[in-house]
Nanobody, 122 residues
Framework: VQLQASGGGLVQSGGSLTLSCEASGSISSINDMNWHRQAPGKQREVVAGISKSGSVKYDDSVKGRFTISRDNAKGTMNLQMNSLKPEDTAVYYC?????????????????WGQGTLVTVSS
């Protein structure tokens, strides 16, 4: 599974952006998908996740402002970000967990997309 993220950019505080992540390869093997972000000088953190069945979870810092969605058939995942704040400035990464069927049995693989930079100006 390979991931391609897009949609970052520069936006003013209070504005909106939508990030997209497109998977290729064995997209039917993908289970959970997540958006992570890493701000300058800080550790990478999970901001939102969505299961294959559509269950979602959000970090408290983005609840009510960000919405995660996915299309399993197309292998895509989006992150709609509203009411953006300067503290949302970070490189955003999409990530997918998938099942790999090996002779030893099923194993969990993880793929990362390249980061996309979101900059929120005050």
């Amino acid at each position: 599974v390979q991931l391609q993220a897009s949609g970052g950019g520069l936006v003013q505080s209070g504005g909106s952006l939508t990030l997209s992540c497109e998977a290729s390869g064995s997209i039917s093997s993908i289970n959970d998908m997540n958006w992570h972000r890493q701000a300058p000088g800080k550790q990478r953190e999970v901001v939102a996740g969505i299961s294959k069945s559509g269950s979602v979870k959000y970090d408290d810092s983005v609840k009510g402002r960000f919405t995660i969605s996915r299309d399993n058939a197309k292998g895509t995942m989006n992150l709609q970000m509203n009411s953006l704040k300067p503290e949302d400035t970070a490189v955003y990464y999409c990530e997918a967990d998938y099942i790999v069927h090996s002779p030893a049995g099923p194993e969990v693989g993880r793929s990362w997309g390249q980061g996309t930079l979101v900059t929120v100006s005050s």
